[in-house]
């Protein structure tokens, strides 16, 4: 079945440094890719998506490219804040069929320290 | 305010006790679901629910059950909590977007419930 693997946690950085988070998946037919993020004592919330192949999602400062041949949706964003810190969740949903549930990764921890 | 809410947002409870956990939305949306958190375990879908008629087992629903009582309402309980059940519960809405052949199933998350079960 359907798949979803990122790299494991906790990540630590320093304010303004790099930040790549791998999420690579599997699946049988050509699924929608998704970050969501989760602030300390919320919900999750969609961060971007991209719904084929080489598509680039981005949103506050984030981007991850839907890369096919390595089957790969790996976040990154080029300068982290402090407010940044939160839990990041790599998800795929199937494009086609009634169900399209969401299959999961299992989260990745990142610590923005000033 | 909130378009997913669930109720109550912290619960302590005894081994052996019936617990009911509430969501409401005002998003319009008729697909509705509850997962439960848990450290280093991800999200795990627990039962979902396509329309008011329309109740799904996910992928660890012993020990759990549901109710839609409406297109905006979708309770869980526990009939009867143990301690392993003691974790942070979610209840999310979704609606398929997108167009020109293309579509994506975005799910809209309430703020949780931390339940702890002594």
């Known amino acids: 079945g359907d798949s979803v693997t990122q790299m494991e946690g906790p990540v630590t950085l320093s304010e303004e440094a790099f930040l790549t988070i791998n999420c690579t998946y599997t699946a049988t037919g050509y699924p929608s890719l998704f970050w969501y993020v989760q602030y300390p004592g919320e919900g999750l919330q969609l961060l971007l998506k991209a719904t084929k192949a080489d598509d680039k999602g981005s949103n506050k400062g984030f981007e991850a490219t839907y890369r096919k041949e390595t089957t790969s949706f790996h976040l990154e964003k080029g300068s982290v804040q402090v407010s940044d810190s939160a839990v990041y969740f790599c998800a795929l949903s199937e494009n086609a069929g009634n169900n399209r549930k969401l299959i999961w990764g299992l989260g990745t921890s990142l610590a923005v320290n000033p | 305010d909130a378009d997913v809410t669930q109720t109550p947002r912290n619960r302590i409870t005894k081994t052996g006790k019936r617990i009911m956990l509430e969501c409401s939305q005002t998003?319009?949306?008729?697909?509705m679901y509850w997962y439960r958190q848990d450290p280093g375990l991800g999200l795990r879908l627990i039962y979902y629910s396509f329309d008011v008629k329309d109740i799904n087992k996910g992928e660890i629903s012993d020990g759990y059950s549901v109710s839609r009582q409406a297109q905006a309402k979708f309770s869980l309980s526990l009939e009867s909590a143990i301690p392993n059940q003691t974790a942070l519960y979610f209840c999310a809405t979704s609606v398929i977007k997108g167009a020109l052949g293309v579509s994506y199933n975005e799910q809209f998350f309430g703020p949780g419930t931390r339940l702890t079960v002594l």
């Open positions: 998003k319009g949306h008729d697909r």
